[in-house]
Every structure is written in structure tokens, then in C-alpha cells.
T-cell receptor, first 111, second 115 residues
């Protein structure tokens, strides 16, 4: 079983809709959690951190459920520019210097 | 802050030659650097993890004698693809992380084409 699992998609969503991605992780010792975004032929970029209390940044909301070892990302009022691959990331830098990336979920926003 | 610079961004080399890729953290100390490879339309594949001053830890299936990683300082890691072959053509990306800061930051990637 992979340590971080995501639905690869693609998710084809009309512009303006709300879309949610989920991610599960298997190592309960994981310390920090993030969502990254990768555009085609570019490097991944940090989108936002994920906390148990939730984290909202504009149209984006991320949530962590430690008990279920589950991370989510919600995008409201989706824009064409949101089309990308979204990577779920689990970090244990302070424990064993590991950062584990999920395979990513591809999102296509349709005009 | 948290800028990682990777060079070169694009390189074309002849089969059998070696190519060195540099990854620098510009405004933080990269205690750990990660090297990835990504083929078109596929996900990132971790090749190796290196801690400053230590030998790199390679993922299963990655040849350490072919992909030489050096992480001699807290701001620089290099990946050398030795005796490159056309099947080594790929997008190579580094990322750097600092103990105490949980996120990793990526270089811009190097598109390697072996002809």
C-alpha cells in the first residue's frame, strides 16, 4: 500500500463549480500536511498547508482529519486557471527527514 | 523566501556523455534535498534523498553509480547523470527542505534530452 494515496482523476468540472479532492495517508507519525499544485511541464508549487482546524485561502479550503488519516482540498467557484495536478504531501522532516508526495489528482476546468 | 534555483533549465547532450545538474537553496539552509524524475504525463518519481554531508539514499531501482548525487553544503546539491542514454531523457526536479520547516520547495526543473 502506498504511503499517500490520491484518486488520479481526471476530474472534469465546469467553470464555477465546486470540486473536492481527498487523500489518505498510512503513517500515523506524519507531522505536517500540504497541498501542492503542478502545472503541465512545470515544477510543483506549494499551494497551502493543512491543519486539523482547517485552513482557508480565498476559494481554497484544506482540512485534516488525523483520526481517519485523511486530507481534503475544496475549491469553490472554480476558474479555468485552476486546471492543474494537485499533489497531497505528508511531511516527517523533524522525525526521519522524509517528505512523501502522492501521485496527484488531475483537474480540468471546462469552459 | 524559500527560493530554490536549479540549473540548467534545459540541456541536450550526446549519448555516452555526462550531465551535471545543480540545485541551490538561495535563502535557507537545505538540510535535506530530494531529486525526482518525471516522464511526460506521469507523476513525480523520487530518485534519491540526500542530507548535507552524508551519502544519498537511493530509491529502489535507481542506479547510484549512474545518478551521482553530491550534497556537500547546506545550499548546494548536484545530480550527475553519467553515461547518459536516450532513455534517461526526462524532466529532473530537485526540492529542498530545512529541518524545522516541514515543507519542501522545488527548483524549476531540468529538461534533459539525450540524443
Amino acid at each position: 500500500r502506498k504511503e499517500v494515496e490520491q484518486d488520479p482523476g481526471p476530474f472534469n468540472v465546469p467553470e464555477g463549480a465546486t470540486v473536492a479532492f481527498n487523500c489518505t495517508y498510512s503513517n500515523s507519525a506524519s507531522q505536517s500536511f500540504f497541498w501542492y499544485r503542478q502545472d503541465c511541464r512545470k515544477e510543483p508549487k506549494l499551494l497551502m498547508s493543512v491543519y486539523s482546524s482547517g485552513n482557508e485561502d480565498g476559494r481554497f479550503t484544506a482540512q485534516l482529519n488525523r483520526a481517519s488519516q485523511y486530507i481534503s482540498l475544496l475549491i469553490r467557484d472554480s476558474k479555468l486557471s485552476d486546471s492543474a495536478t494537485y499533489l497531497c504531501v505528508v511531511s516527517r522532516m523533524n522525525r526521519d527527514d522524509k517528505i512523501i508526495f502522492g501521485k496527484g489528482t488531475r483537474l480540468h476546468i471546462l469552459p | 523566501g524559500a527560493v530554490v534555483s536549479q540549473h540548467p533549465s534545459r540541456v541536450i547532450c550526446k549519448s555516452g556523455t555526462s550531465v551535471k545538474i545543480e540545485c541551490r537553496s538561495l535563502d535557507f539552509q537545505a538540510t535535506t534535498m530530494f531529486w525526482y524524475r518525471q516522464f511526460p504525463k506521469q507523476s513525480l518519481m523520487l530518485m534519491a534523498t540526500s542530507n548535507e554531508g552524508s551519502k544519498a539514499t537511493y530509491e529502489q531501482g535507481v542506479e547510484k553509480d549512474k545518478f551521482l548525487i553530491n550534497h556537500a553544503s547546506l545550499t548546494l546539491s548536484t545530480l550527475t547523470v553519467t553515461s547518459a542514454h536516450p532513455e534517461d531523457s526526462s524532466f529532473y526536479i530537485c526540492s529542498a527542505a530545512e529541518r524545522g520547516r516541514q515543507a519542501a520547495f522545488f527548483g524549476q526543473g531540468t529538461r534533459l534530452t539525450v540524443v
